[in-house]
C-alpha cells in the first residue's frame, strides 16, 4: 500500500482558501486518492476521492497532477466549522488491501476567526 | 437515526473485566470495521469483515475478538480488558459496487477506559 505524508498542522483564518498537500510517491497504477474529514471524538467522513486530474464537489477540489504523486484538497473560502483533522489515503478499492488502509495522523487544520 | 449505532458510547471498566462494544448498521453494507483511535493518533484497525462468513485481522488484532452475528451486526470484544486498551473505538461499513467509492461510514465511537 502506497505511504502518504501530508504536514502535520495547518492555520488559516476564515475566508481564505486552504490548500493541504499529500505526497505519495510510491502510488501504484490502480490506486485512487481519497480524502477523509474528522471532527474531534467523531469519525472521519469521506470529502472527496480522485484518480487523476481534477474533482470538485459540493465541498472541496481534488488536483492531481500527471505524475499522480502527490495530490491537494482546496478548501475554498473555509470557516471555523472546517477546523478539523484530514486525513489523506491511497489504496486500490477493488484490492482487499484496501480494507487496511492506514489513516495516519492526518492534518489538523485550525482556522481562526 | 444513525445508520451505524455503537452500544455503548462510553464505558469505564476495570483491568481484567470482558468487555464487549456493539455495531449495527442500517446501511445493508456487506463490509464492517472496527478500528481504535488513540489521542493525537491516527486510526488503526482492527478486524474487518467483508460478509457473515468472512473475518480478518487487521493491524492490532491482539487482545481483541468479533463475531460477526448477521449482515447488520459485528460486536468488537476484549476478553481482559488493559489499561492501554483505553481508547476511542469506532466501527465502519462500507460497500463496493459499479462507480462506488470504497466510502467508509463511521459510527459515532465508543469511548472505552480501562482502570
Given at each position: 500500500?502506497?505511504?502518504?505524508?501530508?504536514?502535520?498542522?495547518?492555520?488559516?483564518y476564515?475566508?481564505?482558501?486552504?490548500?493541504?498537500?499529500?505526497?505519495?510517491?510510491?502510488?501504484?497504477?490502480?490506486?485512487?486518492?481519497?480524502?477523509?474529514?474528522?471532527?474531534?471524538?467523531?469519525?472521519?467522513?469521506?470529502?472527496?476521492?480522485?484518480?487523476?486530474?481534477?474533482?470538485?464537489?459540493?465541498?472541496?477540489s481534488?488536483?492531481?497532477?500527471?505524475?499522480?504523486?502527490?495530490?491537494?484538497?482546496?478548501?475554498?473560502?473555509?470557516?471555523?466549522?472546517?477546523?478539523?483533522?484530514?486525513?489523506?489515503?491511497?489504496?486500490?478499492?477493488?484490492?482487499?488491501?484496501?480494507?487496511?488502509?492506514?489513516?495516519?495522523?492526518?492534518?489538523?487544520?485550525?482556522?481562526?476567526? | 437515526?444513525?445508520?451505524?449505532?455503537?452500544?455503548?458510547?462510553?464505558?469505564?471498566?476495570?483491568?481484567?473485566?470482558?468487555?464487549?462494544?456493539?455495531?449495527?448498521?442500517?446501511?445493508?453494507?456487506?463490509?464492517?470495521?472496527?478500528?481504535?483511535?488513540?489521542?493525537?493518533?491516527?486510526?488503526?484497525?482492527?478486524?474487518?469483515?467483508f460478509?457473515v462468513?468472512?473475518?480478518?485481522?487487521?493491524?492490532?488484532?491482539?487482545?481483541?475478538?468479533?463475531?460477526?452475528?448477521?449482515?447488520?451486526?459485528?460486536?468488537?470484544?476484549?476478553?481482559?480488558?488493559?489499561?492501554?486498551?483505553?481508547?476511542?473505538?469506532?466501527?465502519?461499513?462500507s460497500?463496493?459496487?459499479?462507480?462506488?467509492?470504497?466510502?467508509?461510514?463511521?459510527?459515532?465511537?465508543?469511548?472505552?477506559?480501562?482502570?
Open positions: 500500500l502506497a505511504k502518504t505524508t501530508q504536514p502535520i498542522s495547518m492555520d488559516s476564515e475566508g481564505q482558501e486552504v490548500n493541504i498537500t499529500c505526497s505519495h510517491n510510491n502510488i501504484a497504477t490502480n490506486d485512487y486518492i481519497t480524502w477523509y474529514q474528522q471532527f474531534p471524538s467523531q469519525g472521519p467522513r469521506f470529502i472527496i476521492q480522485g484518480y487523476k486530474t481534477k474533482v470538485t464537489n459540493e465541498v472541496a481534488l488536483f492531481i497532477p500527471a505524475d499522480r504523486k502527490s495530490s491537494t484538497l482546496s478548501l475554498p473560502r473555509v470557516s471555523l466549522s472546517d477546523t478539523a483533522v484530514y486525513y489523506c489515503l491511497v489504496g486500490d478499492m477493488y484490492d482487499t488491501g484496501f480494507q487496511k488502509l492506514v489513516f495516519g495522523t492526518g492534518t489538523r487544520l485550525l482556522v481562526s476567526p | 437515526d444513525a445508520d451505524v449505532t455503537q452500544t455503548p458510547r462510553n464505558r469505564i471498566t476495570k483491568t481484567g473485566k470482558r468487555i464487549m462494544l456493539e455495531c449495527s448498521q442500517t446501511k445493508g453494507h456487506d463490509r464492517m470495521y472496527w478500528y481504535r483511535q488513540d489521542p493525537g493518533l491516527g486510526l488503526r484497525l482492527i478486524y474487518y469483515s460478509d462468513k468472512d473475518i480478518n485481522k487487521g493491524e492490532i488484532s491482539d487482545g481483541y475478538s468479533v463475531s460477526r452475528q448477521a449482515q447488520a451486526k459485528f460486536s468488537l470484544s476484549l476478553e481482559s480488558a488493559i489499561p492501554n486498551q483505553t481508547a476511542l473505538y469506532f466501527c465502519a461499513t460497500d463496493l459496487g459499479s462507480g462506488d467509492t470504497g466510502e467508509l461510514f463511521f459510527g459515532e465511537g465508543s469511548r472505552l477506559t480501562v482502570l
